[in-house]
């Protein structure tokens, strides 16, 4: 079983619709979370990131974390092509080490 | 605030050779971790290193090594390169190692092995 495992898609949803980007993660102990964007050819960028229960928002960006069932979220509402883009979704196991999924590649189409 | 620099940008070996990768962390961050990357494999953690001690390691052979040095600049090591070295190898710095610390990344260097 694969630390983080995201679907890979892809994600393809019309313009000013909600996106919703999921993640689960195998080991209980983490705590910390991490939703990165990563465009073709460029460098992981850090959206947001979660350590308690519940939702967290930042813009049109919400972030979702429920600890007993391993699984965090990622929402984004009034999606835009500019969105187009690899969610990648990173799990903190231990101090310093951040393990990432294998990235949703989100599509918005206009 | 300039952000991770890494150098240089592009990189093309022999197999067997060795090469050595340069990146400089956020001014203030200390904490200086490595990945690689590959469209088969996604981000693969290297090591991290903070004040100088690397202290978590990924599940790479010996050939792959770092250090870091007083400033947090860090540099890593991959020696008798083979094909399957071809990557993006991207630097990331945080603050700290606090769980709350997030990675900032810096560009990459795209390694290419023939």
């Known amino acids: 079983q694969k630390e983080v495992e995201q679907n890979s898609g892809p994600l393809s949803v019309p313009e000013g619709a909600i996106a919703s980007l999921n993640c689960t993660y195998s080991d209980r102990g983490s705590q910390s979370f991490f939703w990165y964007r990563q465009y073709s050819g460029k460098s992981p960028e850090l959206i947001m990131f979660i350590y308690s229960n519940g939702d967290k928002e930042d813009g049109r960006f919400t972030a979702q974390l429920n600890k007993a069932s391993q699984y965090v979220s990622l929402l984004i509402r009034d999606s835009q092509p500019s969105d187009s883009a690899t969610y990648l979704c990173?799990?903190?196991?231990?101090?310093?080490?951040?393990?990432f999924g294998q990235g949703t590649t989100l599509q918005v189409k206009p | 605030k300039a952000g991770v620099t890494q150098t240089p940008r592009y990189l093309i070996k022999t197999r067997g050779q060795q090469v050595t990768l340069s990146c400089s962390p956020i001014?203030?961050?200390?904490?200086v971790s490595w990945y690689q990357q590959t469209p088969g494999q996604g981000l693969q953690f290297l090591f991290e290193y903070f004040s100088e001690t690397q202290r978590n390691k990924g599940n790479f052979p010996g050939r792959f090594s770092g250090r870091q040095f007083s400033n947090s600049r860090s540099e890593m090591n991959v020696s008798t390169l083979e094909l399957g070295d071809s990557a993006l190898y991207l630097c990331?710095?945080?603050?700290?190692?606090?769980?709350?610390?997030?990675?900032?990344f810096g560009n990459g260097t795209r390694l290419t092995v023939t």
């Open positions: 990173a799990v903190n196991v231990n101090t310093g080490k951040l393990i």
């Open positions: 001014s203030g961050h200390r904490s």
């Open positions: 990331a710095s945080s603050r700290d190692r606090g769980v709350g610390s997030p990675l900032h």
